[in-house]
């Protein structure tokens, strides 16, 4: 949109999708970890990738403070209801990505017989973005946040290759 000399810049936009905007750059984490990929999250956190340049790195340590929930690693029956409790008590709007083949599917963890472990995050809260890896690299968990943002904004992100 062009502005002419002596006229206002006007542009209208739907609340939904200013606040959806602000809610995909401004994503909380709780801190919460259940196997090894907790280490390939916290690692995302760290310096090197810093998911604080796309507004996801202040882990908070309450669910009443977090919009974001990282399951990241096995999820064993025991520990079933812990995560849902965790996934009730975050405010709405509320995600969850699913963060390694554990999480995900059960992983190598979950063969014939096997009665201790939860086969995937999906089966016991919804899961909106899934991560693949065993454990997945860093990399992985921040194309995961990006998508999640694209989810929220229902608009694909600006990709300019060379």
Do not use: H
């Not at 998911?51 to 974001?68: K, T, Y």
């Not at 063969?111 to 086969?119: M, T």
């Amino acid at each position: 949109m062009e502005k002419k000399t002596g006229e206002p810049l006007i542009q209208f936009a739907v609340l939904e999708e200013v606040l959806n905007l602000c809610r995909a750059n401004s994503l909380w984490p709780i801190t919460f970890g259940l196997a090894c990929c907790a280490i390939e999250m916290m690692a995302a956190g760290a310096s090197r990738f810093d998911l604080d340049r796309f507004g996801a790195g202040v882990f908070r340590p309450s669910p009443r403070q977090s919009d974001l929930m990282i399951v990241a690693g096995t999820i064993s029956k025991k520990m079933a209801d812990p995560v849902i409790r965790l996934y009730e008590q975050m405010p709405a709007p509320k995600w969850v990505i699913a963060m390694g083949n554990c999480a995900i599917s059960g992983g190598p963890f979950l063969y014939e017989g096997q009665y201790a472990i939860v086969p995937g995050a999906d089966q016991i809260i919804p899961v909106d973005v899934y991560v693949p890896g065993c454990p997945p690299r860093p990399e992985g968990l921040l194309e995961g946040i990006l998508q999640l943002e694209e989810k929220i904004t229902n608009r694909p992100r600006l990709r300019k290759y060379r």
